[in-house]
């Protein structure tokens, strides 16, 4: 099993950054990806990396914005947010994926997850 530890959320301004980590322990991981969830909103997906290769995939939303890094030594995983803006603000949550194949459309989809961390606080003020 995993455990996922996410930090780095916090305040920040419209058209600031910030970088969000998540630090993984236990059994290595095919995939990690970062979602989040919006009050009142359904989560949705971020970005995700292949933990093995190193393959980056976003959300359109996000992409060109966000970047997802992994650092295999400490076995965790970053998000840099830059440009944020008021719509970004949600709860956002690591996640990591125990299978050993996945399809490119499935990075994107929840349900093939099996690990998840308690979830960071991000607010973007306008």
């Known amino acids: 099993q995993v455990q996922l530890v996410e930090s780095g959320g916090g305040l920040v301004q419209a058209g600031n950054s910030l970088r969000l980590s998540c630090a993984a322990s236990g059994r290595s991981s095919f995939a990690m990806g970062w979602f989040r969830q919006a009050p009142g909103k359904e989560r949705e997906f971020v970005a995700a990396?292949?933990?093995?290769?190193?393959?980056?995939y976003y959300a359109d939303s996000v992409k060109g914005r966000f970047t997802i890094s992994r650092d295999n030594a400490k076995n965790t995983v970053y998000l840099q947010m830059n440009s944020l803006k008021p719509e970004d603000a949600a709860v956002y949550y690591c996640?990591?994926?125990?299978?050993?194949?996945?399809?490119?459309?499935?990075?994107?989809?929840?349900?093939?997850?099996?690990?998840w961390g308690q979830g960071t606080q991000v607010t973007v003020s306008s």
């Open positions: 996640a990591a994926a125990g299978r050993s194949y996945m399809r490119r459309i499935d990075y994107a989809q929840g349900d093939e997850y099996d690990y």
């Open positions: 990396i292949n933990w093995s290769f190193g393959s980056t």
